[in-house]
């Protein structure tokens, strides 16, 4: 199986949990993880499982405003931007993809609450994928930072956990293949 896992991260949380994912993931086969900045040249229909995840910004994806937020927040907090932080994001990179089939799945990182206050980023992410024609093999999942933006403990250990069973479920499902209806 070959699976492409695609990231956003302003402060490196979720590209270790997108690491932690592909770790999980491997076990099934190949596993390619990139970063959104680097996901133009991507050819998806290559791949047997795309996996997408970001951060949780303001309820959902990050915008560009958000991300200048981000910027902002790492000049008081002790937290290290990750290269190209403040360029595209994993909204504009779905915003800009054709119409596909395959299979999918989504996650993201947020802060530790109740999702009704928190939000959450891969629910977006998920809606836009299933849109773009993806099966989503899995529910979207979430992956939980402290107050000082610092992956939890335990996290990472999940999140491959997770990645195996995304693997066994995207080696049991047939991907629904376009239709002429779909058009
Ligand atoms: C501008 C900004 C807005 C945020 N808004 C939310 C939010 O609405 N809900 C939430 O749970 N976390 C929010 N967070 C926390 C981020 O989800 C957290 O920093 C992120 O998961 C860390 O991932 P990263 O290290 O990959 O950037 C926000 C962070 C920033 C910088």
New binding site residues.
Partial sequence: MRTLVV???????????ADAIARGLASAGTVSTVPVTRADDEDLSGYDLVVVG???????M?RAS??R??V??ARTQD?TL?PD?ASEGVREWLGALPRTHGKAAAF??????PVL?????SKGIGRKLRRLGFELVAESES?L?DKE?R?EEGEAVRAERWGRMLAQRAGSTRAETPSALDE
């Fill in positions: 990231y956003e991260s302003m402060f490196g949380n979720t590209r270790h949990v970001g951060p949780t910004h303001v309820h959902g990050s958000t991300r937020g981000a902002d927040t937290v990750e932080a993201d990182t947020r802060a530790d609450g206050l928190t939000g959450t980023a992956f930072v933006s992956l």
